[in-house]
């Protein structure tokens, strides 16, 4: 996982440190709905991009969601 997207799920997010993993899913990472909107606009915000509440729900991971993020950065 990129330190971006760690930063954010720590400081911006508040989720807990020991339980930010690739293979961790939404749920075990502490993600509520709150967390899902929260996340939408702030990539929106930070990165200009455009990441929809279902896109983030629809990673089953964090490493999914973390490429998931970078691709859009990159525009591909």
């Given at each position: ?14 989720l ?40 983030i ?7 999914q969601?973390?490429l ?6 990159s525009?591909?």
């Open positions: 996982m990129t330190d971006d997207l760690t930063s954010i799920l720590i400081h911006d997010l508040k807990p440190a020991n339980r930010l993993t690739d293979d961790a899913s939404l749920d075990h990472a502490g993600f509520d709905s709150l967390a899902v909107v929260e996340l939408s606009v702030l990539l929106t915000d930070r990165y200009g991009i455009d990441i929809s509440d279902s896109d729900k629809d990673a089953a991971t964090l490493g969601l973390d998931l993020i970078t691709t859009k950065r525009g591909r």
